[in-house]
C-alpha cells in the first residue's frame, strides 16, 4: 500500500502519517525531515538543499528525486508508504508514477488534507519540533507533557527557521502556485480522496485510519 498524503504546509501532513505509520505498519516517508536531517548533519545534500529550504522554495526536482528514490528502494517500503511532502509539483508526480512502475509497486490513494488557508499560519507559526528525534508538537493545540521536553525522547523542543511567518507565507504561495495543481492531477486519475483537516488531531486521524488502513487491509 503506497499513499501520498497531500495538503498545504500546516496542514497536518506529518502529524497524521506519523500515527496512521505506527497504527498501519508502514513506512512513512517525510521529505522535508530527511532535508532537515542532512541539512543539520551537513552532508552534500544538506549542502545542497539548505538556502532552499531556508527561504521557503522548493529544493529542485533532480535532488529530490535521488532522495525518494533511495527512501522507496528501503527495505521497509516495499510493503507500503505514506509519502509526506512529496510530490509537490507535476514533474515529481510524475517522477513518482515513473518510479514506482519500476519498482513494480503502484499508487493506492492520494489522500487530500483540506485546511483554510486562514488555520494554516497559526498552525506553521505554533509548531515546535523535537531536536533530538523531530516528532512535531504546537503550542496549542498538541502540548508535551513537560514544557519544551519531547514526550519520546527528552529532546528539546525548537521552532523550524522556516516556520516564521514570512516564510511561512512565501511556502503558501509556492504551494498554491506549484503543488495545488496536483490536487486536480491525481482526481483526474480517480486517485484522489478528501478528508477535512480542520478539525482535532484525532478526529481527523479516526477519519484517516477508516479511509487509509481498513479499506486497504
Ligand atoms: P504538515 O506536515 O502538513 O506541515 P504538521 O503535521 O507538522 O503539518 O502540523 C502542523 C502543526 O499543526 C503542528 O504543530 C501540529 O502539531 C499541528 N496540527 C496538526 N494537525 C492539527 C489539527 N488537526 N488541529 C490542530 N493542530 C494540528
Ligand atoms: P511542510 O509540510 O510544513 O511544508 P516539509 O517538512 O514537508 O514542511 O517541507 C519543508 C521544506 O522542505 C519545504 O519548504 C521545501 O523547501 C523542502 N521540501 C520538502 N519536500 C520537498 C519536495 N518534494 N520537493 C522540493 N522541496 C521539498
Ligand atoms: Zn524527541
Avoid: W
Avoid at 140 to 147: A, G, H, V
Amino acid at each position: 500500500m503506497h499513499i501520498v498524503l497531500l495538503g498545504p504546509p500546516g496542514a497536518g501532513k506529518g502529524t497524521q502519517a506519523e500515527m496512521l505509520s505506527e497504527a498501519g505498519d508502514l513506512a512513512h516517508v517525510a521529505v522535508g525531515e530527511i532535508l532537515r536531517q542532512a541539512i543539520r548533519e551537513k552532508t552534500d545534500l544538506g549542502i545542497e538543499a539548505e538556502m532552499y529550504v531556508e527561504q521557503g522554495e522548493l529544493v529542485p526536482d533532480e535532488i529530490i528525486a535521488g532522495v525518494i528514490e533511495e527512501r522507496l528502494r528501503a527495505d521497509d517500503a516495499q510493503k507500503g508508504a505514506l509519502l509526506d511532502g512529496f510530490p509537490r509539483n507535476l514533474t515529481q508526480a510524475e517522477f513518482l508514477d515513473q518510479l514506482l512502475k519500476k519498482l513494480g509497486l503502484s499508487l493506492d490513494a492520494v489522500v487530500y488534507i483540506d485546511v483554510p488557508f486562514a488555520a494554516l499560519i497559526r498552525r506553521s507559526t505554533g509548531r515546535r519540533i523535537c531536536s533530538g528525534c523531530g516528532r512535531v508538537y504546537h503550542v496549542e493545540f498538541n502540548l508535551p507533557q513537560r514544557d519544551n521536553v519531547c514526550d519520546e525522547c527528552g529532546g528539546e523542543l525548537i521552532q523550524r527557521e522556516d516556520d516564521r511567518e514570512e516564510t511561512v507565507r512565501n511556502r503558501l504561495e509556492v504551494y498554491l502556485e506549484q503543488t495545488g495543481p496536483l490536487v486536480d492531477y491525481y482526481d483526474e486519475r480517480g486517485l484522489l480522496r478528501r478528508v477535512d483537516g480542520d478539525q482535532s488531531i484525532d478526529e481527523v486521524f479516526q477519519v484517516l485510519k477508516t479511509m487509509v488502513l481498513e479499506s486497504h487491509s
